[in-house]
């Protein structure tokens, strides 16, 4: 059974949906999306009676990520895996920071990851699972107007090696960072979308199902794998 973070939409929806077809029961998690979640839920319990459902809940809030690691156990007795997918992602300007961009940049792309697998690894280690986190290409390589997102990617790629010592022999961590995957929904980042794919080595878009199947690997089929981050990204790590 895997917990999956902001899998309503999107990159997430599609992870979702490849570990069910891998057989695997899913918690869609979200925060404000309910009719996407409900949705995904009914299109996977169509396929697979009672292998999918949604829990919400504010990752912002430390008291709530401590129930949705409770309810993610309760759900059906046992948590496999937990792929820390829910992100934020726009621009702060050096000049034009502001403490409530940086409390919900940091808390989302890092403070929360921090916080749910801690609250999940009891249940994680009597399953002797895994934990995928969702990082960025941009933790390796700045992007430039959005230093505290580019930080607070940074810091959970460092993370996802300390956890992997920290939570290992039991349990392993590992993270996927992306690149150029899905054009941002806010128009202000279109163009900063487009410039990334210009600089890929493959001069294209990727996929999430490039993204999901690399998750799969990591959670599925590597088992002497852990404190690794695996660069999904046209080759953009590769070049300047």
């Known amino acids: 059974m895997v917990l999956i973070t902001g899998a309503a939409r999107r990159v997430g929806a599609t992870i979702a949906r490849h570990l069910h077809a891998a057989g695997l029961r899913v918690l869609i998690h979200y925060r404000g999306s309910r009719d996407e979640a409900d949705a995904l839920a009914a299109d996977l319990n169509a396929v697979r009676p009672d292998s999918a459902r949604t829990l919400q809940a504010d990752l912002l809030d430390p008291q709530a990520i401590e129930v949705l690691a409770r309810d993610a156990e309760a ?12 992100s ?4 702060t300007p050096v000049g034009e920071i502001r403490e409530s961009a940086w409390n919900d940049l940091i808390g989302s792309n890092l403070k929360a990851p921090t916080f749910l697998t801690q609250a999940c690894n009891p249940a994680l280690q009597r399953a002797q699972g895994a934990v995928v ?3 960025d290409i ?3 390589r700045p992007l430039k107007g959005y230093p505290v997102y580019s ?7 460092a993370l996802t090696q300390a956890f992997a010592r920290e939570l290992g022999p039991g349990v392993r961590v590992n993270g996927v960072a992306p690149g150029a995957i899905l054009a941002p929904e806010d128009a202000q980042n279109t163009g900063t979308h487009e410039a990334m794919i210009e600089r890929t080595a493959l001069k294209r878009e990727g996929s999430p199902e490039d993204i999901a199947r690399t998750v799969r690997f990591l959670l599925l089929d590597a088992p002497y794998i852990t404190g ?12 300047q």
């Open 133 to 135: 986190n969702i990082v």
């Open 75 to 86: 759900a059906w007795g046992r948590l496999d895996f937990l792929v820390n997918n829910a």
């Open 88 to 91: 934020t992602f726009y621009p």
């Open 228 to 239: 690794q981050v695996i660069p999904v990204d046209g080759g953009r790590s590769a070049s």
């Open 138 to 140: 941009h933790a390796l």
């Open 151 to 157: 930080a607070a990617k940074a810091g959970l790629w």
